[in-house]
């Protein structure tokens, strides 16, 4: 459970109060099927990734207001403090990134654009989609401190949340117990079951094999030289 201490009403209302809904908005379908407490730790993740993700855009466009406003709220963190001002070096190190610039100013005018027809944007699953695809570039800017950034985000992806967007699933992330659950009470098709990939099991083909080789020395049998007659019995 998140412990920061935020008297400043408006830091509340515009910065930690937005994370915290969205994080319970998005993981809304998995409240049934997950334990209270593997849901509530991964929504500490997701409120930690729409935090970062919303500080790395205030530097990117430099609003300096804003970037103060999110470090003043990090440095509130009663337990983790320490972790938030790891993350304000990653995100400094990122925002230097030509092509992470270009990413992060087209998802926030795409979540601008859902925002005014009210339709919800998956931004943090964007983000890890991005972040997957660009992992190299990532590392190499970020270097040892990116080790920080993977726990966050493989934390997220182990817990069903990708399934619940199109560009999550579109990552391909491994089918939980609660996506089951989730498909079994909605019959929806989108949390259905994978298909199963590879060959078939091994006994499957040594069945398969041996029906063959039956039916092969059945015609074998049964067949018999051109112009040699049957033999019979002795009487």
Request: zero cysteines; glycine letters at 2%; charged letters at 30%.
């Amino acid at each position: 459970m998140s412990l920061f201490n935020v008297p400043n009403p408006n830091l509340r209302q515009q910065i930690y109060n937005p994370a915290s809904f969205s994080a319970s908005e998005s993981s809304f379908n998995l409240q049934k099927h997950m334990e209270i407490e593997k849901l509530e730790g991964l929504n500490e993740n997701i409120k930690i990734l729409y935090l970062f993700i919303h500080y790395i855009y205030f530097i990117i466009v430099e609003n300096s207001i804003m970037k103060s406003r999110y470090e003043v709220l990090f440095e509130s963190h009663l337990t983790n403090s320490k972790l938030y001002l790891k993350l304000q070096r990653i995100a400094n190190k990122m925002s230097k990134i030509k092509s992470f610039i270009l990413f992060m100013k087209t998802i926030f005018e795409k979540a601008h654009e859902k925002r005014l027809s009210d339709e919800p944007y998956p931004l943090i699953a964007v983000f890890i989609k991005y972040y997957d695809d660009n992992y190299s570039i990532l590392k190499n800017s970020i270097k040892k401190d990116i080790d920080i950034l993977d726990t966050i985000v493989n934390e997220v992806k182990k817990k069903s949340y990708l399934w619940l967007t199109e560009v999550g699933r579109s990552t391909h992330p491994s089918y939980t117990p609660e996506i089951h659950s989730l498909y079994n009470s909605t019959e929806d098709s989108r949390y259905a079951p994978p298909p199963p990939s590879g060959p078939p099991p091994p006994s499957v083909l040594r069945r398969k094999s041996g029906k063959r080789k039956q039916r092969r020395t059945r015609i074998i049998r049964r067949r018999r030289k051109p112009g040699k007659k049957s033999r019979k019995r002795a009487t």
